[in-house]
């Protein structure tokens, strides 16, 4: 009796024994051959019970062992992980968590965590965990933190609720940091922005040269009528006339030059120049201009700002920003700061622009504390005629041509802007070696006269007799030719009979460029000056390989043409 209760206790009261009811499950499984003593049997139970005791400390180990490792796991995983309440106050994270958000794990779970969220993201974190609580699962979203060291972090954040064992709500959350990728898709954006921009530049560059041919023939004529006219005229009040006639036509003549350096369709003469003696020039012609409620100051931080460029166009650039950057202040009253610096561009650097190269650039940063532009705004900046000004008050051609200026000069621009927080122009141009002397101008002289014959052929009736008319007042024999098939027979009559040939590249039937390589072929000394309003076909660069002598842009004034004749002529004559 007393051997049935112990067994009864043993089977029926697990408290007591946590493997009891095992060994009352394996009791009844083990069949018995023959009946065993009392005491044998419960040796028998007893070595069962302490090896099923043994199996679950091994168990309770191996679990214990299992949960170090999937904690050591958590804490140093590249994703930051971290526990939530349902209110955003911190309650666990791993130490990759605390790394990610740049502070100490004890100063985290003290605060809150929308305390670290950017101001931006504070609205979307808690739309999150309303989101998390209601609709359940896992949810995403994007968010930026600020650290302490002033940087600005993204994450991607992933969240799921659950409860714990007092069946409390809680987030699970894990972040992934962003930065880079999101770095990289703005470099993508923005180089696609300029790829696109750079299109823009190049369908409206190439309307552009197309008005900017028959535009100049026009003004060649006005101007050159008007220039004889002032020589002619002796009347005070109609030569002043006459004058305002030709300042209104090299004025047109300026804005085609505008029009062609924005599409990148003309060369101007470059040499090495002093950027912040450009910048202190501008300065120098602003400073009158602008309302004293603008103050404005000039800084250079280098002494190594020699750039290779066209110094008008250049100007033009300073002048052009500066004076955008003074009308978005104009009411408001404001600072502009016009500053030169060197920086050095590698592969590592943040490339400002697709064609950029790696080497010693100058920067050029104009300043404004202005009214500031939408990223809307800000993104069509440099389009053609795109502008934000009353009418009558802006073209919007004025970024357009420092925008094609810097990239034909092989530099890039960028603009950075908020709305009430002003505008930042950047400028960067390949630096050159300062250049040893400086080259003084020669004091003004009369245009230089001749006695040569010269053979002159254009398409334009009235550019022909102009031109006759011109050079014939500069002393010069002249025979004229209304295309180039004209102009060839008229040569090939007597090839000895002329001196020089003027020619327009763009004709029906021959261009100027096949009638100079005709000509050449016969006679290879033979001086040739070749005018041209705009053509994509021919530069100054293959006009010199053929073996013209001079290239000139339309509309030509009277003492440029004189002395680019004089230059081909006495030259063939000094090499013969």
């Not at 697990?14 to 493997?19: E, F």
């Not at 100063?107 to 950017?118: D, Y």
């Not at 993508?188 to 041919?213: D, F, N, P």
Request: aromatic share 4%; glycine share 6%; net charge neutral.
């Amino acid at each position: 009796m007393g051997e049935r209760r112990k067994r009864s206790r043993l089977t029926t009261s697990p408290h007591r024994n946590p493997t009891a009811l095992l060994l009352k499950d394996c009791t009844r499984a083990t069949p018995s051959a023959t009946p065993q003593q009392p005491e044998e049997e419960a040796a028998v139970l007893k070595a069962e019970v302490q090896d099923l005791e043994q199996e679950v400390r091994n168990l309770q180990s191996a679990n214990k062992q299992l949960r170090e490792e999937v904690h050591e796991l958590m804490e140093f995983s590249p994703v930051g992980y971290l526990t939530l309440s349902a209110a955003g106050g911190i309650e666990s994270l791993n130490r990759t968590a605390a790394a990610l958000l740049g502070r100490e794990r004890q100063l985290l779970r003290t605060h809150p965590f929308p305390a670290f969220v950017a101001e931006d993201s504070v609205s979307a974190f808690f739309s999150h965990l309303a989101k998390v609580q209601r609709e359940g699962g896992k949810q995403a979203m994007e968010i930026t933190i600020n650290r302490p060291d002033k940087s600005v972090v993204h994450f991607i954040m992933e969240s799921k609720a659950s409860r714990d064992r007092h069946h409390r709500l809680r987030i699970r959350s894990s972040i992934v940091d962003v930065t880079e990728r999101k770095r990289l898709e703005e470099e993508r954006r923005r180089l696609e922005e300029q790829l696109s921009q750079a299109h823009k530049m190049e369908a409206i560059g190439t309307l552009a040269g197309g008005i900017a041919h028959d535009f100049n023939n026009i003004l060649a004529a006005i101007v050159g009528y008007a220039e004889m006219l002032t020589e002619e005229v002796t009347d005070p009040v109609l030569r002043r006339k006459v004058e305002r006639v030709l300042k209104a036509g090299l004025r047109g003549k300026d804005l085609v030059r505008q029009i062609l350096a924005f599409s990148r369709k003309s060369e101007g003469e470059r040499k090495a120049v002093s950027l912040t003696h450009l910048v202190e020039e501008a300065h120098g012609l602003l400073r009158a201009s602008l309302p004293s409620s603008i103050k404005m100051q000039c800084i250079s931080t280098t002494t190594e700002d020699y750039v290779c460029a066209d110094p008008a166009q250049l100007q033009q650039v300073v002048l052009n920003l500066a004076t955008n950057a003074a009308d978005a202040m104009q009411e408001t009253g404001g600072e502009l700061t016009l500053e030169c610096s060197s920086v050095a561009v590698d592969a590592k650097s943040r490339v400002l622009d697709p064609g950029m190269r790696p080497g010693a650039y100058v920067k050029l940063s104009v300043k404004d504390t202005g009214t500031g532009m939408t990223e809307s705004v800000r993104q069509k900046a440099f389009d053609p005629f795109f502008t934000t000004k009353a009418k009558g008050k802006g073209t919007g051609m004025g970024l357009a041509v420092v925008y094609g200026v810097v990239k034909n000069h092989g530099g890039a621009i960028t603009v950075h802007s908020t709305v009430g927080g002003g505008s930042i122009f950047e400028v960067l141009l390949p630096r050159v070696a300062k250049p040893e002397k400086t080259e003084e101008k020669s004091p003004a002289s009369p245009a230089p006269k001749g006695t040569e014959h010269i053979l002159l052929a254009d398409d334009e009736e009235p550019l022909v007799q102009m031109g006759k008319a011109m050079l014939e007042t500069l002393g010069y024999d002249v025979t004229v030719a209304r295309d180039g098939r004209e102009a060839w027979n008229l040569f090939t009559r007597d090839p000895s009979q002329f001196d020089a040939v003027i020619t327009d590249q763009t004709m029906p039937d021959m261009t100027g460029v096949v009638l100079a390589q005709k000509v050449l072929a016969v006679r290879k000394d033979m001086p040739i000056i070749l005018c041209t309003g705009y053509s994509e076909a021919v530069s100054a660069e293959k006009a010199k390989e053929v073996g013209i002598a001079a290239f000139v842009m339309k509309p030509v004034v009277k003492k440029e043409l004189a002395e680019t004749i004089r230059k081909v002529l006495d030259s063939r004559k000094a090499e013969a």
